[in-house]
């Protein structure tokens, strides 16, 4: 009897010590809020998308040309843009930038005035370009390249949001993989977060995840609550061509 009250009163406590913090967990955790580009209106012929491995999200309604946002994630409060402002490396160093797409068309080897001139532009927050004239962009190299954003210190990543090209309607890239990492070498320690590259063709692993239409809602990942410094996306051309293109990319975490 002596037992069976002792084993009531662990429970008991337990419970007690438990509950709130449960009941905290639940109230930290809000809808991620993300801070969209605008529509850009298309111009040209529709390109079919007729693989069943390619997501892409269906016109909302009377909004021609506009897509349906993702399902909201849910992060703890106080998760913000980590990646804001720091800095960004390639494996292609600082050669192949260029900007500006009207202005790529007649001078193919320039970087257009006021257009970005180097790879920290990619987490400078601009993803409001693409609304004007200019069509701001980088190009970072072409076929099998990689972007790398140190976050300046270790955090807990909850999400990562990329912005490849969506100004070019239907835009399909190739082998995206992003993966996280405590040293920037990413030889060991590395967690892959998506990986769509299915033939293994960056030689990283074959991946399971699906294709995705490049839209202005960007592709959201969730990291889990991942440990790391270092984020790394990968790239292979896309379905216009050999080139890498990023608008913005945004790392939430804290």
């Avoid at 037992?3 to 010590?17: D, E, G, K, P, S």
């Avoid at 009207?102 to 180097?118: F, G, M, V």
């Avoid at 990619?122 to 790398?148: E, H, V």
Wanted: aromatic residues 12%.
């Amino acid at each position: 009897m002596k037992c069976a009250r002792y084993y009531q009163h662990v429970v008991f406590t337990v419970c007690l010590i438990l509950a709130p913090i449960v009941l905290l967990s639940a109230e930290e955790m809000v809808p991620l809020k993300i801070g969209y580009p605008p529509r850009v209106a298309h111009n040209g012929p529709v390109l079919q998308l007729t693989s069943t491995n390619v997501d892409y999200y269906e016109e909302a309604g009377p909004d021609f040309g506009g897509f349906k946002p993702p399902v909201a994630l849910m992060v703890p409060i106080g998760t913000t843009n980590v990646a804001l402002h720091k800095p960004v490396t390639s494996s292609t160093g600082t050669k192949y930038l260029y900007a500006n797409l009207p202005y790529i068309r007649e001078h193919p080897t320039e970087i257009s005035k006021y257009a970005p001139t180097n790879l920290d532009w990619i987490t400078g927050g601009n993803k409001a370009s693409l609304a004007g004239i200019n069509m701001d962009f980088l190009q970072a190299g072409i076929r099998n390249q990689w972007i790398q954003i140190d976050l300046g210190a270790e955090v807990n990543i909850y999400a990562v949001a990329v912005w490849h090209c969506y100004f070019m309607q239907y835009t399909v890239v190739n082998d995206v993989v992003v993966q996280i990492c405590d040293k920037p070498e990413f030889q060991e320690n590395v967690s892959t977060i998506f990986n769509n590259d299915t033939k293994n063709e960056l030689g990283l692993g074959a991946g399971k995840d699906r294709l995705y239409c490049e839209t202005r809602w960007g592709k959201l990942i969730d990291a889990h609550g991942i440990t790391g410094r270092y984020v790394r996306l990968y790239s292979n051309g896309c379905n216009f061509g050999k080139s890498n293109y990023y608008l913005q990319v945004e790392v939430y975490g804290k």
